[in-house]
Each structure stands twice: as structure tokens, then as C-alpha cells.
């Protein structure tokens, strides 16, 4: 007779550790493939840039630590990310100058003077960016072609621009290499301007210009997918981020379909698909409760619509997303549960 | 007699407070719609800070002198008169030096009337003390007003236009970082200030804790 072992065990039982290293650490593997793509359609400019922001991240990170007097916070892989997010949202031949400026401005002004991770309000990576658009709005919306010929053995001319000088002109170049007629234009840019619009196929595989890591719709759902299934992401909020996007241009649509974009364009084309995946799903800046991650979720989608639509920019889930983590507290204060027993208020 | 026994004393803490331990901007945070209004090159900055230190140290001169006579009951609509007064002197007087200067700092010159560094330099010290104190408080205020002004002149002229008063420092390919000369890089640069002169006083007293302890 075999001897039966009993294990006796409090609470809890988890076997696994989830904690916040582990989960970002995951967030990584699942951002790798993108930029792996990035890199096969831009070379190595997107590679140098990739690493440019994340050192900058992680060195800000470690700079704010050591003011603080604070252990190193380096290991969390937080700031990693927000590198490799904030490199993903830039043109492939952005300098890198301003890119590793973009990188200290995201974790020092979104981040460490709110305390660290946890504490920020809004995301890094945009914030990053947001301070770049404000403070070099050409370079930002310069964009390069993709899969030009020599692009894994030389640089866009653009990214090695000496520090605090100007970016030289790239068009000529850009003729170069070009294929074919590149008109240095996002879809989304060449839908508002020019009324052009883009093969729907070239946009769920990435084959258009943009910036380094949001052309291909496709890979960013599987990758984004990956984290669903571990269930280390909220799938709610790109979800409904989608809802958002989907009723508001298609209501659009139905109004004017000669001035505005159809929703399937407007959710395969420009930064949404990264964003909504990878940014609007942070867990810092995004409501807690199903109720209020639809609220948020919604607001953004609707708010990219507008700003694409009727704003002076071609692009607008970056200020929706920052707009969206900005109400995020007021969103949680209203949809709190009500505990149980609790007397309804009256009104 | 007055129980309260006021020290007449001018001592250098007189002066120096309000460059340093008092500061209007960087401790007080005073004063804050000129110093994120009008520090977009270090001209302004330097102006700004320069008329409102004149107009600080004329009104505290006079609310001194006149602090025995004043009802208590209207001093405040009394400072107000003796400062626009001086106001409108500079104002004049800005008007003659330098039209474009003048033009850059706008409406903010005529604002300095309800500046609250000057209405409370009058409240808190003028009012109480005798006029040659107050002149060297209200001196080293306008002074720590200017200095602080300039600090942020300096690093948006830098950055926003790549030059220092009006000088440029970096030759003609200079990419401009649009967003210092704009709203928001005064308040990203008045932050900056205020957390490294936090740092460096938070830092100050835990060396002074670790020698006493150590």
C-alpha cells in the first residue's frame, strides 16, 4: 500500500509568479517580431533607432534613481518597453539625435516626476513622442520609403544628423532609391490630402510607408494576440478602441463616402493598431473596471477618428491615447461598483 | 508702543533671502504668469525681471515711508496706487528705450501692477520695517526675481532658438526646438528649475544628516 501524501497549503496557490518583470518581460517577446519587421522593411536605420531610444529610456531611468537615491529600477524591463514603443512610433529615418532626445523627455516628463512606474499618468513612449512632435514638427513627418534597395548596409541620410543641427533634406535621395513614385506620404496622409487611397491588402501586411513599426496591422494582432492569451493584456481596451474607431468613421462614411475614409481603412492604416494594442493597454493609465475600460476605450476610438478627420493632423491616436490616460482617473472615480448592500443614490 | 518690537537690523540675509532661501519663483512660486509668459529669449527675461525689480524697490521705498500714515483699512487699494504708479513710469520709459522689447513683453509690463511679488513685499516687509531696509529686501528680491527670469530665458533662448540674447551659437543648420519659445516649454523649464533646485536642497541636508550621524 502506497503511502499518500497530503499537501496542505494557504493561501494562495498560485504557482506561477506574475509579476510586473514578468509581464513586461513578455510585453518585450511580443514586441520583438515587430521591430524584427521594422528592421527587415526599413534596415538598419530602424535598428540603430530601436537601440538609440531604449538606452536613452533605460539611461534617464537610472539617472532619476540615482537623484532619488533609489535602488536601480532597470530590472522591471518598463523603460525597455517604453523604448521600444517610442522607436516603433517614429519615422524609420528620424535622427537619432532627437530620438534619444525623445527617449529622456518620455521617462523623465511622463514618467519619473510622477515616481516611477506605477505612479505615471500617462504613457512614456508618448509622451515621448508628443514632446518631439511639439518640438520638431518636420522631422517627424518626414517619411522614407520602405524596403529601398542597400537598406542593411546604409543609413537613411536623415538618422546620422549631428546633434542639435538639422536634419539634411532627404528627397533626393529619396529618389535614389525609390522604387517607384514615393511620395514621402502615409496613407492616412495621402487619404487627407491628396484623396489618394491605399490598396487595402498593402495595409494589413505592412507594404506602405510610415513610421518604423506601425505598417503591418497584421503582425501587431498576432503579437498583441500572444499577450491576450497569456492573459497578461486587457483585450477589452483594444476592443473597444475598435468599436470606437469603427462606428465613428463608419457613421462618417455613411454621411460622405467622398471626404471620408471607410472604417476598414481606418482601422488597418496609421499607428492604431500599435497603439490600441500596445499603448492604450497599458496598465498603468487605463480604468479598472469593464465599464470604465468601454468608456475609454470608446473615447479614444472616437477622438482618432475626429482628430484624423477634421484635425491639421494627418495622424491623431497618439493625443487621442494621451486624452484617453488623461481622463482615466475621472473614468474610474465614476464607474466605481457599487458595493454590495450599498444604498443606491438618489437622485 | 507696540509689543512687537521690530528688528531694524540690515544684515546680508536681508539682501540675500530673496535671491536664494526666499525666492520668489523657485520657493515662493510667485509672480508666475510673467515668468512663464515672457522668459522665451533671454532679453525679455532679463527686461521683464529689471522693470519689475525697479518697480519692486521704488513702491517698498514709498510704502515705507509712508507705512505710519496709511489707515489700515485701505492699504491694499493704496500700495495698488503707489505701484501703478511706478508701473506707469516704466512703462514710459520701456516705451522710449526699445519699441520691439516693449512689444514683446506686451501686456505684461502694465501687468506688473498686480504682480503679487511687489504687493507682497509691501504687505509682508515694507509696511513694517523702515525704507532703507525695506529698499535692500525689495532689491535683493527684484534681484532674485530677475535671476530666476533669466534662467529660464536662457535655457528657452538655447534651445528654442539656438542663441543667447539674440546672438546665435550655433550656426546656420541649428534645428530649432519649436516647443521651448511655446507655452509649454516655459512650464517644462520652470519644472526642470524647480527639481533641480529641490535635488539640490534635499541633497544638501541628507549630507549634513550623514555627518552629525556618522
Not at chain 2, 536681508?14 to 509668459?37: D, S
Request: aromatic share 10%.
Amino acid at each position: 500500500m502506497s503511502k499518500k501524501h497530503i499537501v496542505l497549503h494557504t493561501a494562495p496557490h498560485v504557482k506561477k509568479p506574475q509579476d510586473v518583470p514578468t509581464i513586461m518581460r513578455h510585453v518585450v517577446y511580443a514586441l520583438l517580431p515587430i521591430v524584427a519587421f521594422a528592421v527587415y522593411q526599413f534596415g538598419i536605420s530602424v535598428l540603430v533607432l530601436v537601440i538609440v531610444t531604449t538606452l536613452a529610456c533605460l539611461g534617464t531611468e537610472r539617472f532619476f534613481n540615482w537623484m532619488g537615491n533609489k535602488p536601480s529600477s532597470l530590472s522591471d524591463w518598463s523603460s525597455t518597453i517604453s523604448g521600444i514603443l517610442l522607436a516603433l512610433t517614429l519615422p524609420p529615418g528620424f535622427p537619432l539625435w532627437m530620438a534619444a532626445v525623445a527617449g529622456i523627455a518620455g521617462i523623465a516628463i511622463g514618467k519619473a516626476v510622477f515616481g516611477g512606474i506605477g505612479y505615471n499618468v500617462f504613457n512614456p513612449a508618448l509622451v515621448g513622442r508628443a514632446f518631439v512632435q511639439a518640438a520638431f514638427p518636420v522631422a517627424i513627418t518626414t517619411w522614407t520609403p520602405a524596403f529601398f534597395t542597400g537598406r542593411f548596409s546604409e543609413f537613411v541620410p536623415s538618422s546620422l544628423t549631428l546633434p542639435f543641427m538639422m536634419p539634411p533634406e532627404t528627397a533626393e535621395w529619396v529618389k535614389q532609391v525609390a522604387v517607384d513614385g514615393f511620395t514621402g506620404a502615409t496613407p492616412l496622409s495621402l487619404h487627407k490630402f491628396q484623396h489618394i487611397s491605399t490598396a487595402p491588402f498593402d495595409l494589413y501586411t505592412g507594404m506602405v510607408a510610415g513610421s518604423a513599426g506601425e505598417t503591418s496591422a497584421l503582425l501587431i494582432l498576432v503579437c498583441g494576440m500572444y499577450l491576450v492569451i497569456r492573459k497578461m493584456m486587457n483585450w477589452q481596451i483594444p476592443a473597444w478602441i475598435f468599436v470606437g474607431v469603427a462606428v465613428t468613421s463608419g457613421v462618417l462614411y455613411l454621411i460622405n463616402p467622398e471626404k471620408f475614409a471607410d472604417p476598414v481603412f481606418m482601422l488597418f492604416s496609421g499607428g492604431l493598431m500599435l497603439g490600441a494594442m500596445f499603448m492604450a493597454s497599458d496598465m498603468v493609465g487605463s480604468p479598472l473596471t469593464p465599464k470604465g475600460v468601454m468608456i475609454y476605450g470608446l473615447l479614444i476610438g472616437f477622438l482618432t477618428v475626429l482628430i484624423r478627420q477634421f484635425g491639421s493632423l494627418s495622424e491623431g491616436i497618439m493625443y487621442a491615447i494621451l486624452l484617453g490616460n488623461a481622463a482615466t482617473p475621472l473614468i474610474d472615480t465614476w464607474t466605481q461598483p457599487r458595493l454590495f448592500g450599498a444604498r443606491r443614490k438618489s437622485a | 508702543m507696540s509689543l512687537i518690537k521690530q528688528d531694524d537690523r540690515i544684515t546680508v540675509d536681508t539682501f540675500l533671502e530673496g535671491i536664494w532661501r526666499e525666492n520668489p519663483v523657485f520657493v515662493m512660486m510667485l509672480g508666475m504668469c510673467p515668468v512663464l509668459a515672457v522668459t522665451n529669449s533671454a532679453v525679455n527675461a532679463l527686461a521683464m525681471g529689471l522693470a519689475t525689480a525697479f518697480v519692486l524697490v521704488a513702491s517698498s521705498l514709498l510704502v515705507s515711508l509712508f507705512r505710519n500714515l496709511i489707515p489700515s483699512e485701505v492699504r491694499i487699494a493704496t500700495y495698488i496706487v503707489i505701484i501703478s504708479t511706478f508701473v506707469t513710469i516704466v512703462d514710459y520709459t520701456m516705451q522710449a528705450l526699445s519699441q520691439e522689447v516693449y512689444n514683446a513683453l506686451g501686456a505684461f509690463i502694465q501687468l506688473i501692477v498686480v504682480n503679487c511679488i511687489i504687493l507682497g513685499r509691501a504687505e509682508a516687509c515694507a509696511s513694517r520695517n523702515k525704507p532703507l531696509k525695506s529698499m535692500v529686501n525689495a532689491a535683493g528680491m527684484g534681484l532674485g526675481f530677475t535671476l530666476a527670469l533669466l534662467c529660464l530665458g536662457v535655457v528657452r533662448e538655447i534651445l528654442g532658438s539656438g542663441s543667447l540674447f539674440g546672438l546665435p551659437l550655433f550656426g546656420e543648420q541649428f534645428q530649432p526646438w519649436v516647443v521651448m519659445v511655446l507655452p509649454p516649454g516655459g512650464f517644462l523649464v520652470l519644472g526642470g528649475w524647480l527639481l533641480f533646485f529641490e535635488w539640490l536642497k534635499t541633497r544638501k541636508q541628507s549630507l549634513a544628516e550623514g555627518v552629525t550621524h556618522g
